[in-house]
């Protein structure tokens, strides 16, 4: 399964961008991760593409939003109120095991990576 990412850029604070992970193949779950400069591999959110259901970290529920479009198997990730904090290299990740309320939250569980794309939010 081949991951790729784009959408990435410059944006300022409190502005908004989209990511897109264009898939090879459709598979169970989903997830996006980030790393900041110096920093671990972060949880995002992840969805269960058969339910539909998505799962949020803390530090961007009501900020950021995961979508699918079935028919491109591509995955996305809105990010609005942007943080100079939220810079980073995104990364979206697919498993092929569905995702539940308790998992999907490692990058252990993902199976296959994008090459990821970088996010700069400016003050």
């Known amino acids: 399964v081949q991951l790729v990412e784009s959408g990435g850029g410059l944006v300022q604070a409190g502005g908004s961008l989209q990511l897109s992970c264009a898939t090879s193949?459709?598979?169970?779950?989903m997830g996006w991760f980030r790393q900041g400069p110096g920093k671990d591999r972060l949880f995002i959110g992840c969805i269960d593409w058969g339910s539909g259901n998505a799962y949020y970290a803390d530090s961007v529920k009501g900020r950021f939003a995961i979508s699918r479009d079935d028919a491109k198997n591509t995955l996305y990730l809105r990010m609005n109120s942007l943080k100079p904090d939220d810079t980073a290299v995104y990364y979206c990740?697919?498993?092929?095991?569905?995702?539940?309320?308790?998992?999907?939250?490692?990058?252990?569980?993902?199976?296959?990576w994008g090459q990821g794309t970088q996010v700069t939010v400016s003050s």
């Open positions: 990740a697919a498993t092929d095991s569905a995702i539940k309320w308790f998992t999907g939250r490692r990058a252990d569980d993902y199976n296959y």
């Open positions: 193949k459709r598979t169970a779950g």
